[in-house]
């Protein structure tokens, strides 16, 4: 990283299994940081509002299938 803030990501999904193996490979990374996480639609909205909205937010991973 070269001293800017890392980039935010929110990840919602209804498997928890892919919402842990996004999150390490995410943590691997040192200018990105998972600041949520939900398993459905409504969760990642109450997340997301809890992080002062999409200002809290700069990536959002989503499965909306």
Do not use: C, Q, Y
């Amino acid at each position: 990283m070269n001293g800017a803030s890392p980039v935010r990501i929110f990840l919602a999904d209804d498997h928890v299994i892919l919402r842990t193996g996004v999150r390490k490979l995410i943590e691997e990374e040192a200018d990105l940081v998972v600041v949520g996480e939900a398993s459905d639609g409504e969760g990642a909205l109450e997340g997301v509002r809890a992080l002062g909205g999409v200002a809290g937010v700069d990536v959002m991973v989503l499965d909306i299938a």
